[in-house]
């Protein structure tokens, strides 16, 4: 197995071999080539079929970008989909231009063109990458890949690995159930769950240690509509950072760290066990507890024999986060539909339908503030500079995950417990609960506000909010 990292330094040598290379794409020299294609993965237990896919390159995960915090980053995109498609860098503070999102800050990529993404990370963290054009399709395929932002000064590790999750519908013959794509029990249910759990795009994935590491383990989940709870046997990880934005060092209740659609977790995890020993890597997925693969410790070696120092906050991130709460702008999201909570109607482009007619000719079910689907005009203008207080309000019988671009976003009140301190690009909401957040509105642009339940957003729960 080529290690991923090796591939990563290999980069600019291998866009030559890319067949769009040669056309046109000057000034692309040292930039990221990032075709997305068909391919194949072996999803599967040994001794199962592969599954066509489409990736980054043909693979899934799409490679392991690495890149370092506040310098410039370029990639490539070269469309080989028989659609059109973008990429979106999930949880960046990212020039709005750069954010990817289909027909609202670019125009999506039609088949066989290209599109230079340049933007400069500025905060250090784990993120990841996938399309923003029907995302619920092109996501479950295997669009995506981690996008990790390097502190200049990392603490002190043995290791430091991602662990992406994702979570699959596939048939016996190995083959992707295409023909449930945009059904619409999945749309008006829980979104598209799936049958099959991989972990960095294998059925179970061991992670090689010995005994006294420590370990930096960046779990990020890429599910269309899974939560999951990973943990790890005998071990007790430590939370250093969430959504990529450092927190004080926390010990998950129970050891399980849970992860709605496109939430990520940093965590150190101390090698405690024995030289030899094995201990799984446990995925609750909300129905079952899957082995998704063991931390296998070296059979005679060992790292150190002295005990680690305790786990201290990564370094600060530049991200605003002084906020103005004697002033706050204050909006209002009112999430409605979905099966069991049906509304009687809903605005859609402008118009008002009964949920009938909108679930059958617009396939639309679920409503922000009684409007389905994007909107033309934008949930809120913000003045650059602003406090803004986002009042949310889970009116469905329906988990969420609430994701804002642009910005990352802090709890300050929640229906149904304290609210938590930590920054997050993606905020979990079961039904009933009504969860405020704030954030300082400091990156101009149209940002869009979305379940990251993707089949709910091809549903209706999408909307955008302008800041400057
Ligand atoms: Cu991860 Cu709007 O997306
Ligand atoms: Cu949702």
């Known amino acids: 197995m080529t290690t991923r990292r090796s591939v990563i330094t290999g980069l600019a040598a291998s866009a030559a071999t890319l067949p769009f290379a040669t056309r046109g794409m000057a000034q692309t020299g040292t930039a990221l080539q990032l075709e997305a294609r068909t391919g194949k993965a072996h999803l599967l237990e040994t001794g199962q079929p592969e599954t066509p896919i489409w990736g980054y390159n043909g693979r899934v995960p799409g490679q392991e970008i690495r890149t370092p915090q506040g310098k410039p980053f370029a990639a490539d995109l070269l469309n ?22 289909a027909n609202l800050t670019q125009a999506p990529v039609a088949a066989n063109k290209t599109f230079a993404y340049r933007f400069t990370p500025p905060d250090a963290g784990t993120y990841w990458y996938h399309p923003h054009n029907r995302t619920w399709e092109q996501l479950a395929r295997g669009l995506y890949g981690p996008f990790i932002v390097e502190e200049e000064k990392p603490p002190t590790v043995d290791q430091d690995l991602v662990l992406m999750f994702d979570d699959w519908r596939i048939g016996d013959d190995g083959a992707i159930d295409e023909a449930s794509f ?92 024995d030289v030899g020993s094995q201990s799984p890597i446990l995925v609750d997925t909300g129905r079952e507890k899957l082995e998704a693969g063991k931390i296998v410790y070296h059979p005679t070696e060992r790292q150190r024999k002295t005990s680690l120092q305790s786990v201290t906050r990564l370094p600060a991130n530049p991200m605003p986060t002084a906020l103005d709460d004697s002033n706050p702008i204050v909006v209002e999201l009112d999430m409605t539909g979905g099966a069991r ?59 969420h995950a609430m994701h804002f671009h642009g910005h990352h976003v802090r709890e300050i009140q929640h229906s149904k417990r304290a609210p938590l301190p930590h920054w997050r690009d993606t905020v979990y909401m ?10 300082h509105a400091h990156n101009p642009g149209k940002w869009m506000l979305h379940c990251h339940m993707l089949a709910h957003q091809a549903g209706g729960m999408g909307t955008w909010y302008e800041v400057g």
């Not at 080989?80 to 990817?100: C, S």
């Not at 079961?430 to 954030?439: K, L, Q, R």
């Open 80 to 101: 080989a989909l028989p659609q059109p498609t973008t990429i979106h860098w999930h949880g960046i503070r990212i020039d709005n231009a750069m954010d990817g999102v």
């Open 182 to 273: 945009g059904n619409f029990h999945d749309l008006s249910h829980s979104g598209r769950l799936g049958n099959i759990l991989t972990v960095n795009g294998a059925f179970t994935h061991d992670v090689p240690v010995k005994a006294g590491q420590r370990v930096r383990l960046r779990l990020i989940n890429a599910a269309n509509a899974r939560v999951i709870s990973v943990g790890f046997g005998g071990h007790s990880p430590i939370v250093v950072a969430l959504d990529g934005q450092p927190v004080d060092p926390f010990k998950p209740s129970g050891g399980e760290i849970q992860l709605a659609p496109a939430q990520r977790a940093d965590v150190m995890l101390d090698c405690v066990q």
């Open 341 to 399: 909570s049906w509304f009687e109607s809903a605005m859609y482009r402008g118009k008002t339908y009964d949920v009938r007619t909108l679930a059958r000719e617009h396939r639309k079910v679920w409503a922000f503030n009684g409007i389905a689907g994007m909107p033309d005009k934008p949930l809120t203008q913000i003045a650059l500079g602003k406090t803004v207080h986002v009042r949310m309000r889970n009116g469905t019988a329906w988990p």
């Open 430 to 439: 079961a039904p009933d609960e009504t969860i405020t957040v704030a954030f």
